[in-house]
Structure formats: structure tokens, C-alpha cells
């Protein structure tokens, strides 16, 4: 069973960057999808964006395209999620997650995920 340790939340002002990382204790399957999510207390988890766990697709939630920007490391067994001009609204526990088969839009389809990191953004 995979784990996933998500790591690099933490409390910054807006406008400011933080970069999310999400350790696999073992690679998976070349088109596993690896996707972040968020979400706010009270609301439903969010989809943030998405990759293949080969790295040749990448998806994202459209209102965040141009800010954010998933990345992996193969030889790492690592996923990024670089957050560039954080906004208030980005604050949340994001929680990365993988998808062995499935539609990676929807947080139903994923298998294994994290416990989660908190994001904070100050005004």
C-alpha cells in the first residue's frame, strides 16, 4: 500500500510563493494519476491539479492555472505543487492523493492519499 507524506505548508502573506512537496513510499503505476486537493473546513475537498505518475500529462483546476504548477520527481518518488502569488483564498489543508484508475477530476476516484498540509495566507 502506497503512502504519501505531504510537507511545505505553512503561514505566508499574499503574493508570497510556497512550494508543497508529496513523498511516495514507493513508485506506482506509470499512468496512476497524482493529484493535489484542498479544503477548507465546512466545504468540499477541492481538485487542484493533477499529473501521471510518468509525468507526461498535467491537469489543472482552471482558476488556478498560471499560478500553480505540478511537478514530479521520478527518481525521488516525490510530486510538487509550486503555489505562486498566494492569495487569502488559497489558505486550506492541501492533501495530495493518487488514482490508480479513474477520472482524476473527482477526489472519489483516488486510492491512497496523505494526511495533509496546512497552507495559511495572510492579507
Known amino acids: 500500500q502506497v503512502q504519501l507524506v505531504e510537507s511545505g505548508g505553512g503561514l505566508v502573506q499574499a503574493g508570497e510563493s510556497l512550494r508543497l512537496s508529496c513523498s511516495a513510499s514507493?513508485?506506482?503505476?506509470?499512468?496512476?494519476?497524482v493529484a493535489w486537493f484542498r479544503q477548507v473546513p465546512g466545504k468540499e475537498r477541492q481538485f487542484v491539479a493533477a499529473?501521471?505518475?510518468?509525468?507526461?500529462?498535467?491537469y489543472y483546476q482552471n482558476s488556478l492555472k498560471g499560478r500553480f504548477t505540478i511537478s514530479r520527481d521520478g527518481a525521488k518518488n516525490i510530486v510538487y505543487l509550486q503555489m505562486n502569488d498566494l492569495k487569502p483564498e488559497d489558505t486550506a489543508v492541501y492533501y495530495c492523493a493518487i488514482s490508480l484508475s479513474g477520472n482524476y477530476y473527482y477526489s472519489g476516484s483516488y486510492d491512497y492519499w496523505g494526511q495533509g498540509t496546512q497552507v495559511t495566507v495572510s492579507s
Open positions: 499529473t501521471t505518475w510518468l509525468g507526461d500529462r498535467t
Open positions: 514507493e513508485p506506482t503505476f506509470d499512468d496512476a494519476y
